[in-house]
């Protein structure tokens, strides 16, 4: 089992950043991939960006250029760095591991835009 422990969200503004974090249970470089996830009130959840075990990483158009996925091995943790924040990136965050076949998911972080 993998649990993911996720933290920093909070309250921007459109133009901001923030920086989220999620913190593995095991060893991050064992996990086949690690994934952001957001789910806005009345949507479906969508994938945001991945990492594999081999650092290869993948975002959804939506936030290319903006958003960056990374990992601290040494910390077991993955970030995803969001810059230039839109209103449409408000919602609750998840991290996510898919190790095993299994996917693992944390509790959530909620980032919100102020109008």
């Known amino acids: 089992q993998v649990q993911l422990v996720e933290s920093g969200g909070g309250l921007v503004q459109p133009g901001g950043s923030l920086r989220l974090s999620c913190t593995a249970s095991?060893?991050?470089?064992?996990?086949?991939?690690m994934a952001w996830y957001r789910q806005a009130p009345g949507k479906q959840r969508e994938l945001v960006a991945t990492i594999t075990n081999g650092g290869s990483t993948n975002y959804a158009d939506s936030v290319k250029g903006r958003f960056t996925i990374s990992r601290d091995i040494a910390k077991n943790t993955v970030y995803l760095q969001m810059n230039s924040l839109k209103a449409e990136d408000a919602g609750d965050y998840y991290c996510?591991?898919?190790?095993?076949?299994?996917?693992?998911w944390g509790q959530g972080t909620q980032v919100s835009l102020s109008s």
């Open positions: 996510n591991a898919r190790y095993h076949s299994d996917d693992y």
């Open positions: 095991r060893v991050i470089v064992s996990i086949t991939a």
